[in-house]
Structures are given as C-alpha cells and as structure tokens.
C-alpha cells in the first residue's frame, strides 16, 4: 500500500508584514532511521530539482521502509516566481550581486533578517533542524555538467557522493564558503553525525528528461544507501571522475579547447557528461575573417566537462550563451578520470 | 563545377572605420537566376549561418545554372555584439534605439545613415541589387516552431514557399512596401522573387532546424533550376498557420510547468493526449495539461513575451492565462 505523503507549510513572516507560506511534503515510514531533506530552487532559476522530487516523493511513496524525508520543492518561491536566482536581481545581473539574497548562504536563517533569510529560517525550523541527512538540488549553465558537490571531511557526504551514480565529483574542502554566509551543505556538514551534498543539474531555466532521471537516481541511490529504500544502490556505468582536492593532479587531468579565430561555433551534437574518444570530433567554427570552417576534435579520451562556446555570465543572460567565439574563448573541455 | 569565391562587402561607418563583411560567391557559368540567401541580420540569430555554410557546400558540387550570392554574416556589428542589433544592452526589446539599428528595416541602406544603415547600403550596392531571388535566414525564440515567412504573389514568391517544406508556412498577400523596408520587400519591389525563415531557437545552433533550413534553400534552388532534381517534400509540410486554426493552451493555475518528456515543436498530436503538468505551487497537486484538439505543435513550453532577450521569460514557471502551447489544427 502506498505511504501518504502530508502537505504541510513553512510559514515566514517578511519584513513588510505579508507571509510566505513554503510548501513540502512530509513521508513518516514509522520506523526509525535517517531523517532525508531534498530541497530544489533555493535559486530561483534553478528548477529541475522541483520535477525530481515530485518524482522521488512517488518513489517513496511505493517503497519507503525506514526512516522519513522531508521535500521541498521550491525552496524560495518568492525567487521562482521573480524568475531569477535571488529576488534582488534585475536584468542579467550576476548571482554575486546578491544583497545578501542569496539564499544558500543564509542557513539556518535568521526570522528577524532580509526576506530570503526569514524563508530560510522558516525552511530550518519547519524541515531542516529535524534532519540528519540533506539533498541539495541546484542547476548551473548547460556549458558545465552535471556534477555531485560534496565534502571530503564529512563521511557521509562522501558517501553519498559516491552513491549518487552522477559521473563528476567535486569535492570541496571543509571550512567557510569564499564568499561569507553559509550553505545548507555546510550547515549540515559541518556536524559529524549529520551529511549533505549539493548535486548541479545542468541547465538552468528549463526542465529536461535526462537530468531529471539522473538526480531522481541519485535521490533514489541516497535513500537505498541509508536503508529507506530496499536493495543497492544503482551503479554508475563506468568510472567516477573527481576532482577538486589535488589542484595540480586536476590540471594535468583537465583538456580545454579554445577558439583559435573569431567565428560562429557549431557543436557536433554532444553533451556534456558524454565519453569521446581522442581524436573524435567536437565540432567546428566558422571563421569570420575569411568563412573557413576550423575542426574541433577531442584532445584526450575522457569525459566531456565543458561543452559549447559561452563566457561569464551565461546563467544569466542570453549573450552569454551565443555562439560567437571570440578568439580564446573555451569551446569545449575533456577530463580524464582517475587511474 | 563553380568556383567558391570568397569576396568582402567593406562599409565605411560613422567613425572613419572600415567593416568588412566576407561572403561567397558561385558562379555556374550558365545563365540563370541570381539567387541571395544571407543570414544573420539579427546578431542573435545565427542559426542559418550554418545552413549557409552547409548550401555553399552543394552549390560547390553540383550546382548547374545561375549565380549563388551567400552572406553568412550579414550584421557582423550586431553578431560581435551578440544581440538583436547593436547598442542593445541587457533584455532590451522594441525601443527607439532598437528599432533605429534594426538591419531588416534599413534596406536598401543609406551610405550616410547610422552604421546600419551604411552596413546595408554597402551590402545592397555589392550583393542585394543583383539579386533575382533572396532567401532571407532569421530565428525566433525557441518556443516556436520553425516556419517560412512566404508572399502570394501568385508567382515566383509563391511558389518558393510552396517547396520550402517546412511544416509551417505563414502566408501574407504581396503589398507594395515603401524603403526603408525589409530585404525581400527591396528586391520584390523590382521585380524579383523572396521568401524569410524563422528557425526556432535564437543564441544557438540546432541541428535539426539547420538540416531544415538546408533542405528549404535546396528546394528553392532546386526549383529554380540551379540544381538538379526535384525539391524534396516531406509528408505534412506547409500547414497553413491562421488564427482560425490556432489554439492556445493557458496555464490554469501558478506552478511549475513541466513537458511531457519526448514531444518537440512541429509534432502530431491527439486530443487528450499529455502535453504535461503543472506543479502547483500553493499545495504541490499536479494539474495535468492535455492538448484540447487534434493538430500540430506550433508552439510548446512555458513563456512570456519576450523570451527571444531575457531568460526571465523563458522561466517554466506559469501563472494562471500564461501560454504552454499552441496547436495548429487542419
């Protein structure tokens, strides 16, 4: 018999006075065990994490045999609905200028704060505090994979780095973000007894079918790595590539190629996260100088991290996506996995 | 076999400096007609360079009769810029700025005007005039379809419609346009023939509306004689779009939108079949969409009205009359 899902609300009080009610799903097995988080949309362009769960949350309802989970598919509805990744934003403004409305770095939140940090307190008193482990789902630019980010320090985020079945791991140190504030990753790693990773589904803005089996996957594995789920975890077909606590090794692991000429770039029907052969072709540019068609062919055999020609600022506005290269642009890169 | 020559269009603008604009031409050798197909007078609307690109490459091989003009690049300015047009700063749409450095309202150009404006009078003076039939290569936003812009004008026009073979086609009656106007309008006006594609997608390359749009040029060369063979016509192409066979599919509720997996623009659907669903923001309960007729996808995915400039407006999430598709029935 399927397990009922209860529709219950994180309720915030904003600074003008109005409330924003967070819906999530709440899944009790009766058993004891893990208590699993998996939120979407902390950004507000960051979507495909919102059809994952409402397909994870299926998945549970079918099978879940310990523990509970807790999902919350859109994380801050007030940037969903502004369409952009913080409501602070305008017009292809870039994620750093947050105003502080950055939502993943206001955990656990503050109820006397900006706006974005009363919804995050609301999400850590209603949801978070009662969890021990936490899903993350974000999106970057379709120009880089999709890739696991977890914490080498936290045993559990390894482990469910390595349960995730998404072919890139990168792994990040303990310790402070860059930037100040503090994610839901590191607010959860950063206690021994609990553990999250964050998982980017490459792109933003749009919903695709392949991204969304691949982080209901990884849900689905997390949860059989807990044992909320019977049976194993499902395995990822062929090696994980993992980067990100040896910057020299990774250098030497990582093949870019970038535009020789000014031109129009033609990808060669690839995606990222894809296996090419050395030698295999990428692609090719039109030159705008004379119109000769320049080839593009993978320089390693690997797996595709960067695909397409974009430059800074593509999660944001549409320039950034054009194909027009600009001599040195990146066009496309390849990491080697591991031996 | 006719020789690809690479020529450049070069304008003088408004600082002193000089733009060169290459293209190609190719000769047969043989009388026929002079047919121009340029791309790209919108600098995020790229798509046809390709098609160019890939049309050079028959032309090159087996081309029998008449003179191939092709400009890949025909806005360089507005490309480099990577925007509509030049001067266009971050989602900015339909203002006098844009309107004033528009290419495909400038023809045939003015060797004094803006840097536009003296782009497309050098184009003009070097290509466009000779030019018996145009091809002009645009895209819109990828929530619609590709499409071929044809005029009635119970002639040469019409028919390069007819053997464009996309599967739509939007029909207008041939008028007399005053200059400055579009490039088609500047060579039917004397005489000559032309037709426009819109291919879905802006800001970037899909092969499938390239294979598209090669298929449409080589049709219409095809027709007039430049190659051999008979244009290529797939099954259910030129399905005339009007308002009276359009219906628009509106969200009923604010949520997410989410596409049922594996349907694309221009496919066949059934009525009742699952276009998607919404995820309803306010309890989480999935609004199922359905297509309400029987028809073609002419439009598909959540949007707003200017996606072709800000990725705000392609955002999936929808509020309550925001349009999901757009079926073309008949």
């Known amino acids: ?339 | 076999m006719p020789e690809v020559e690479l020529h450049h269009v070069t304008a003088t603008l408004s600082d002193g400096s000089q733009l060169a604009t290459p293209w190609w031409r190719l000769g047969s050798g043989a009388d026929g007609p002079d047919l121009l197909v340029l791309a790209a007078q919108h600098g995020n609307e790229v798509q046809g360079a390709e098609v160019i690109r890939r049309f050079m490459g028959e032309c090159a091989d087996r081309q029998l009769r008449g003179t191939a003009w092709l400009v890949p690049f025909a806005n360089l300015p507005a490309i480099r810029h990577r925007r509509n047009s030049i001067l266009l700063g971050p989602e900015e749409k339909g203002t006098e700025r844009h309107r004033a450095h528009n290419m495909n309202g400038q023809w045939p150009g003015d060797p004094a005007g803006n840097d536009i404006q003296r782009l497309a009078h050098a184009l003009h003076e070097d290509i466009v005039r000779h030019a018996s039939h145009v091809i002009d290569l645009h895209c819109w936003n990828k929530f619609w379809a590709t499409a071929t812009l044809a005029t009635d004008d119970g002639a040469e026009s019409r028919r390069m419609g007819e053997v464009a073979g996309t599967r739509f086609t939007w029909w207008r009656a041939a008028a007399p346009v005053e200059p400055p106007a579009q490039v088609r309008d500047v060579v039917m006006a004397r005489g000559g023939s032309g037709m426009a594609m819109e291919f879905a997608g802006q800001y970037a390359m899909v092969e499938r509306e390239v294979l598209t749009g090669v298929r449409a040029v080589t049709n219409v060369a095809k027709m007039l004689g430049m190659l051999a063979g008979e244009p290529e016509l797939p099954p259910d192409t030129g399905i005339d779009v009007t308002e009276d066979t359009t219906v628009v599919v509106a969200a009923p509720c604010s949520g997410l939108f989410v596409q049922t997996p594996d349907l694309q623009l221009e496919d066949c659907v059934e009525a009742g079949q699952s276009l998607g669903h919404i995820i309803r923001e306010d309890d989480l309960a999935i609004e199922e969409i359905v297509a309400p007729v029987g028809g073609w996808l002419w439009r598909f995915g959540s949007h707003r009205p200017d996606p072709d400039v800000s990725l705000g407006d392609q955002h999936p999430y929808s509020q309550p009359g925001d349009p999901l598709a757009s079926i073309v029935t008949g």
Request: glycine share 10%.
């Open chain 1, 1 to 339: 018999m399927a397990l009922e899902a209860t529709l219950d609300y994180a309720i915030a009080t904003l600074t003008d006075g109005s409330q924003v009610r967070t819906p999530f799903w709440h899944m009790d097995s009766g058993r004891a065990g893990e208590s699993f988080m998996v939120l979407a949309a902390q950004h507000g362009n960051e979507v495909q994490g919102c059809e994952v769960i409402r397909r994870f949350r299926e998945v549970c309802a079918q099978g879940l045999r310990a523990g509970e989970v807790f999902l919350v598919p859109f994380a801050n509805l007030p940037a969903v609905r502004h369409r952009r990744s913080h409501i602070s934003l305008g017009p292809e403004q870039p994620y750093g200028d947050d105003e502080g409305h950055n939502m993943n770095r206001t955990w656990p939140g503050d109820p006397e704060g900006n706006d974005t940090a009363r919804v995050s307190h609301s999400l850590h008193e209603a949801v978070a505090r009662h969890c021990s482990r936490c899903l993350d789902f974000h999106s970057w630019s379709r120009f880089t994979a999709t890739a696991t980010l977890a914490r080498s320090d936290n045993e559990h985020s390894t482990a469910m780095a390595r349960a995730s079945a998404i072919r890139f791991i990168n792994w990040r140190p303990g310790g402070g973000n860059p930037g100040g504030g503090t994610t839901i990753g590191a607010h959860f790693n950063n206690d021994p007894a609990r553990g999250a990773i964050t998982i980017e589904l490459a792109p933003q803005w749009v919903i695709r079918p392949k991204e969304v089996a691949e982080g209901l996957c990884a849900a689905t594995n997390c949860a059989k790595l807990f044992g909320m789920l019977d049976g194993e975890p499902e395995p990822l077909d062929g090696p994980y590539v993992e980067f990100g606590l040896d910057a020299e090794a990774d250098e030497a692991r990582l093949h870019k190629l970038e535009a020789p000429c000014a031109g129009l770039f033609m990808e060669a029907g690839l995606q990222t996260s894809d296996r090419v052969d050395e030698g295999q072709f990428l692609g090719h540019l039109i030159r705008e100088d004379d119109l000769a068609t320049v080839e593009f062919h993978a320089p390693v055999t690997g797996y595709l991290w960067n695909y397409g020609c974009f430059r800074e600022h593509s999660d944001v506005g549409l320039p950034g996506q054009h194909p027009w290269a600009d001599a040195g642009d990146l066009l496309a890169s390849v990491r080697e996995p591991q031996e």
